[in-house]
C-alpha cells in the first residue's frame, strides 16, 4: 500500500494526496484535491498553512487519527480502541483487552 509510508507525524497533506491517488477513479490532481478537502475541513487555509486544527491533525500519526476519530464517532477514549493499519481503521478493543 503507497500509503504505509506516510504513517508517521507531519505528513497529513501527502497521505492524503496518496490515498487519493491510489484510490479507484483518482483525481486529475490529487494533491489540489487533498488541498480543497483539508480547507474544507477548516485544517488548511487557502494560502496553503496549516489552522490550529490543521496543526493538531498534522502533528498526530495516521493510527492517532484514526482513532481520535473512532474516539468522536462512539464517544469512547481513544485508548479503548485498536489501529489495523492495512484498513486504515480504529476498532473498539474487546473487554479482554484484545
Known amino acids: ?5 506516510f504513517m ?3 505528513v497529513l ?4 494526496t496518496e490515498q487519493l491517488r491510489t484510490q479507484k477513479n483518482p483525481p486529475k490532481d490529487p494533491e489540489a484535491m487533498a488541498r480543497e478537502l483539508l480547507i474544507k475541513r477548516r485544517q488548511m ?3 496553503g ?10 502533528s498526530m ?3 492517532e487519527r484514526a482513532k481520535d476519530r473512532a ?4 464517544n469512547n ?14 476498532k473498539l478493543r474487546s473487554r479482554h483487552g484484545s
Request: net charge positive.
Open 1 to 5: 500500500m503507497a500509503t504505509q509510508q
Open 71 to 74: 474516539a468522536k464517532r462512539s
Open 61 to 63: 500519526t495516521a493510527e
Open 77 to 90: 477514549p481513544a485508548s479503548a480502541f485498536k489501529y489495523n493499519p492495512k484498513t486504515n481503521l480504529a
Open 13 to 16: 497533506l501527502e497521505r492524503l
Open 45 to 47: 487555509t487557502p494560502d
Open 8 to 10: 508517521g507525524k507531519g
Open 49 to 58: 498553512k496549516y489552522t490550529s486544527e490543521g496543526q493538531k491533525r498534522n
